[in-house]
């Protein structure tokens, strides 16, 4: 795939990863529609990018994402590429579990994904044509002790993604793009200790060019990658001996419970 004249709306866009990716694509010759809750720093990003709209957008909020959609398609006449990046990564300790948490991270990693391919979809048919790239996750598999409202979010956005990549192939030439990163150095693990972390600007390059390549699945890092096939594997009696707090991670809250 070539970038070059493609218009590419990106959501999360003044997210860590989304930042460099928008970055990369300022060279590509292509034109962007960027959205984020930060109006302020949408507009600040924008400066630096040549043929780059922006607007507000929370993608918890139905309307404001049919409004993005429709904001793209008005000023450009067609959208060929989404890149849809915007998440939230919340702990939620098992002292104090509550539906809230879930229903809120479900809304935003989930629904306003959800709500982005809704209005992506009758554009990409009537274009026949379209790519629509979604962040999940790398462990959308099997849960982690502490992160079970991210990755709850997570598998649910790779099971609908996967459910839809043939179909929306076959039927309509568009390319459904499932992207997993491990861990990368963002503001989002900001707190969290992450061994063998990337750095957004690698991540970002690996993104792109999985893009390009018409990949199905874009994975990394690698070591990540593969000890997650690894975990995987493991049956249940095994994969629960492994000691609580590492499979938490360092930064993870701590929690004095009064029973």
């Not at 930042?19 to 060279?27: A, P, R, T």
């Not at 300790?93 to 992506?120: A, C, W």
């Amino acid at each position: 795939m070539d970038f070059k004249d493609k218009v590419v709306l990106v959501s999360g866009a003044t997210g860590g990863m989304a930042q460099e990716i928008i970055k990369i694509l300022s060279k590509e010759n292509c034109k962007q529609a960027i959205f984020a809750r930060r109006e302020e720093k949408l507009k600040e990003i924008s400066k630096n990018i040549t043929d780059c709209i922006y607007q507000k957008c929370d993608v918890s909020n139905p309307g404001d994402v049919k409004k993005a959609v429709e904001f793209t398609n008005i000023k450009f006449g067609r959208i060929d590429i989404a890149i849809l990046t915007a998440g939230i990564l919340v702990p939620i300790p098992i002292q104090t579990f509550n539906s809230k948490l879930i229903r809120d991270s479900m809304e935003i990693n989930f629904m306003g994904n959800v709500y982005f391919i809704e209005h992506l979809l009758p554009i990409m048919k009537k274009q026949k044509s379209g790519t629509i790239a979604v962040f999940s996750t790398l462990p959308d598999k099997r849960g982690v002790p502490g992160w079970g409202t991210y990755g709850a979010s997570k598998s649910a956005l790779s099971w609908l993604l996967e459910s839809l990549r043939a179909e929306s192939k076959q039927r309509y030439n568009i390319d459904i793009i499932t992207i997993k990163p491990g861990s990368v150095k963002t503001p989002m693990i900001e707190g969290f200790n992450r061994r063998g972390a990337i750095s957004s600007e690698n991540a970002a390059k690996i993104i792109v060019n999985g893009i390009k390549k018409g990949k199905k699945v874009i994975e990394f890092p690698l070591f990540q990658v593969l000890l997650t096939k690894i975990t995987n594997l493991m049956p249940v009696f095994a994969y629960d001996l492994f000691p609580i707090e590492e499979s938490k991670g360092e930064g993870f809250p701590q929690i004095e419970e009064k029973l």
